[in-house]
């Protein structure tokens, strides 16, 4: 079975700030890992993900994530957050199969201060 | 691309009416997944389809909820009777049946149950 954990249900930054998102997955398999973002009264879109290859991965609107295997993390940093990146995160895992559901985070909430 | 497509996207009804929320998944897409996201329980997967067969419905609540894909480009939701806490945002997702999983999402409907 896969899980995820998202350390800290709310996270609040200054603009401009360092943003660092926590992530750890359990997988017994070799995982792929994605994070989406969700803004109010929306949808989840996906920010980044990965699947195999380079571990430094890089999505969009500046954020970036390192999948480490060693510690089965998997955080998203943005050097510096502006006030248009509060919104909740989802971290999320699944196998490479194509054929079962990614596995949530519980999410965190973002909030920028100006 | 149209993207995930659901209606309505609002809907307020009385206890004990019957819900029908609507999906058309993206075009070419083999997976659909719907989700519950409330405040308390956060982002929950109901059920999930692949190639128009449920594959998983052990998250829908109850008897009262049960869901169709009786083709490859529409799905249903359907609540009955309807209650106060089946009160949430209601999200369709789709995916194709491709190595990186990822999941696209709709825009959701917000049901309110009076």
């Known amino acids: 079975a896969q899980s995820v954990t998202q350390l800290g249900s709310h996270v609040s930054v200054s603009e401009g700030a360092l943003v660092l998102l926590r992530c750890n997955y359990s997988s017994s398999v070799p995982p792929y890992l994605f994070w989406y973002v969700q803004y109010p009264n929306q949808g989840l879109q996906l920010l980044l993900k990965y699947t195999t290859g380079a571990t430094l991965v890089k999505g969009i609107n500046g954020f970036e994530a390192e999948f480490k295997k060693s510690e089965t993390s998997f955080h998203l940093t943005k050097p510096s957050a502006h006030m248009s990146d509060a919104a909740e995160y989802f971290c999320a895992v699944s196998d490479s199969s194509g054929n079962t559901p990614l596995v949530f985070g519980k999410g965190t909430r973002l909030s920028v201060i100006a | 691309d149209a993207g995930v497509i659901q209606s309505p996207r609002h809907e307020v009804t009385e206890m004990g009416q019957e819900v029908t929320l609507r999906c058309k998944p993206i075009s070419g897409h083999n997976s659909l997944f719907w989700y519950r996201q409330t405040m308390m329980r956060g982002l929950e997967l109901l059920i999930y389809?692949?190639?128009?067969?449920?594959?998983?419905d052990s998250g829908m609540p109850e008897d009262r909820f049960s869901a169709k894909m009786p083709n490859a480009s529409f799905s249903t939701l359907k609540i009955q009777p309807s209650e106060p806490r089946d009160s949430a945002v209601y999200f369709c997702?789709?995916?194709?049946?491709?190595?990186?999983?990822?999941?696209?999402f709709g825009p959701g409907t917000r049901l309110t149950v009076l």
């Open positions: 389809f692949n190639n128009n067969v449920p594959i998983d």
């Open positions: 997702a789709s995916r194709a049946g491709t190595s990186g999983n990822e999941q696209f």
